[in-house]
Antibody, heavy 114, light 112 residues
Framework: QVQLKESGPGLVQPSQTLSLTCTVS????????VHWVRQPPGKGLEWMGR???????SYNSALKSRLSISRDTSKNQVFLKMNSLQTDDTGTYYC????????WGQGVMVTVSS | DIVMTQGALPNPVPSGESASITCQSSKSLLHSNGKTYLNWYLQRPGQSPQLLIY???TRASGVSDRFSGSGSGTDFTLKISSVEAEDVGVYYC?????????FGAGTKLELK
């Protein structure tokens, strides 16, 4: 069955770089897009960026200067890297599939704090 | 960016009553292919969002027929008939016509 699972550090210091991994199963990264979406505590959803099935990427312009998305198809993994973290980057980070966002990971909570 | 604006619910909603959530987009989501690029999601407390409705009115697999979506190019409604305890959470509309994908701020449903 289709599954996505995010992993990464729960705590990141301000100004440091966040690195997250989305490991997928039940589908191929060369057939489906994978997106990253984040959610500050108690707030709404923000689309961050996308890894297309062909390897192309798109980013939210508000984050573009700090954000990079890549993948390793042999490991069924999509990676997110975001630098210069600040406290308002605290939240839950999700990966989700395809243009419908039909499957979501459980999310990983990231706290930016010293 | 396309701005999505959601309406509020008169919470709490009595169990068994119907509830309608509105969503408005700043640009028409009706494509020349005849499809409307609007999704609805439910995020239950402590859970990830789940897809309820896509293409404005098509229920996702496994979603109860108590949920229905309707609308025009810029004004949309999610209707929940006979609200149940499992419907509690925050509902989000989202456009997927353009990048960046944008969501409404969410509409909370509480049960009486």
């Amino acid at each position: 069955q289709v599954q996505l699972k995010e992993s990464g550090p729960g705590l990141v210091q301000p100004s440091q770089t966040l690195s997250l991994t989305c490991t997928v199963s039940g589908f191929s990264l060369t057939s489906y897009n994978v997106h990253w979406v984040r959610q500050p505590p108690g707030k709404g959803l923000e689309w961050m960026g996308r890894m297309r099935y062909n390897g192309d990427t798109s980013y939210n312009s508000a984050l573009k200067s700090r954000l990079s998305i890549s993948r390793d198809t042999s490991k069924n993994q999509v990676f997110l890297k975001m630098n210069s973290l600040q406290t308002d980057d605290t939240g839950t980070y999700y990966c989700t599939r395809d243009y419908l966002f039909d499957y979501w990971g459980q999310g990983v909570m990231v706290t930016v704090s010293s | 960016d396309i701005v999505m604006t959601q309406g509020a619910l008169p919470n709490p909603v009595p169990s068994g009553e119907s509830a309608s959530i509105t969503c408005q987009s700043s640009k028409s989501l009706l494509h020349s292919n005849g499809k409307t690029y609007l999704n609805w999601y439910l995020q239950r407390p402590g859970q990830s969002p789940q897809l309820l409705i896509y293409w404005m009115s098509t229920r996702a697999s496994g979603v109860s027929d108590r949920f229905s979506g309707s609308g025009s190019g810029t004004d949309f409604t999610l209707k929940i008939s006979s609200v149940e305890a499992e419907d509690v959470g925050v509902y989000y509309c989202q456009q997927f016509l353009e990048y960046p994908r944008t969501f409404g701020a969410g509409t909370k449903l509480e049960l009486k």
